[in-house]
């Protein structure tokens, strides 16, 4: 599988970057990088410069919230009744929700990429890979909001956005990746729960002066695995376990299928309403301290206007085609459906049915910040379609993995499986098992066809293919060893 090599290869390339980083390979210090960018040069005339500074002022504050791992219909939002999130439940309150917003990608790299960039996946440098691949030269979200006054933060919690490993720093004055925390069964895979996060952007936030509008990024990474909650939290969660509930094996690899990965595996818990508690635990815990942000960010010039946009990179399989607690595998909705919440000045709140997809966020932000808006976005301003209440036009949205490619449209889902990486790098079709299915959000998709066509628009995308253009620097063989020690590549696997 490509997915399984790109993550084996990130997996040594992550242990390269901690070892390089301590110094020492037996006791990996987590990386701590804070990267500073200086602000873009001001070369207009010092008039022009302070009529701009003045614009300037006058923007909204712009908060993109991102939970990584989080499903859509796992939310009190989208109509689960068993979840708790009492701050998304104030957003929604005065927001659009998306019921059919659609993520780019089933893997955290790919899947931020396109919403930093407005691109499908085939269409930037990261593509469908996850860890191996860097963004390059496309012009990031960060860098319009910073070249148009705007001062840039983004604080993350997952190893996959480490900017070393992604390019994603370019266009924010601060990037704070600092990771301190080891992963419970993978101490080699760092991360940062929702409390040093949330503190670390108020931190920035209340340093502000409040003469320049905001535009900050937030990415919690507490519902992914491995589930670990504070046992206080637990206790707020009641889901229902069937009387029954079968046992499920712990694999002794990283995947999900027909049983617990081994990084997700907690000890004593075999059943899915004991892992499903836990998911929805994280959940709440991140939700209670993104409330604490949520606070602190409209605190920041209070006269100002405040954009908010909540979304996920990714869903999580909780026992869907015998998929278990686990990422990266499949274009339909258990991965592909993520929440979409749209919070801004004179945009009536709502429900909006239209399909919407990551390479919507670009150019909706930059739209309601007054920002003109790229022509090469492939994106949609949502802003235009919501304040006169039109509905968004019929679209192609795509959520795609390589060897899988899901096409979600008004009227349901298109199904790629490509034969073989060379059919799925020249996006060929002739072979590909292609399917038809209705899907209604909240509940399964339901196979209609099972030999459909591929429409033009999507065979224009799929052979859009872009081959990677900067590649991380190849992993120390030292740390490779040690991965292959620790279980994380097989001898045989052709990634290294
Ligand atoms: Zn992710």
Redesign the pocket.
Known sequence: MRNRSACLAAAAFLLAAVGCESGDAESPTAPRVTTTVAPPTVTAPASDATAGEEAAARRPDVLLLIA??LRADRLPAYGFEYGKTPTLDRLTRDAVVFDRAVAASA???P??ASMFTSRFVRQHSVGYNNGNTMLADEKTIAQHFQEAGYATAGFIG?V?MLDRLTGFARGFEVYDDRLPQPEKNRPEFFEREAPQTTQRAIAWLKKRAGDRPVFLLVHY?DP?GPYTPPERVLRGISLPAPEEEPRLPVNETQSGYGGIPAYQALEGLDRQSQYESRYLAEILYMDRWMGLLLDAFEEHRPDAGHVVVFT???GESLGEEGHWFE?GHTSMPDLAHVPFLLRAPEVPAGRRSEPVSHVDILPTLLDLAGLPVPADAVGVALGPYLRENERLPARELYCDLGLETGIYDDDGITRIRFSSFEAADAGNTRDADVSRWDWTPGGPPVARDSEAEVGAAAAAYLADVKTPRVLTAAPDPKHVERMRALGYIEPEDPAD
Do not use: F, G, L, V
């Open positions: 990584d791992t893997a955290t790299m899947s931020h997952n996959m990474q992914h996920s990179d990714h990422h």
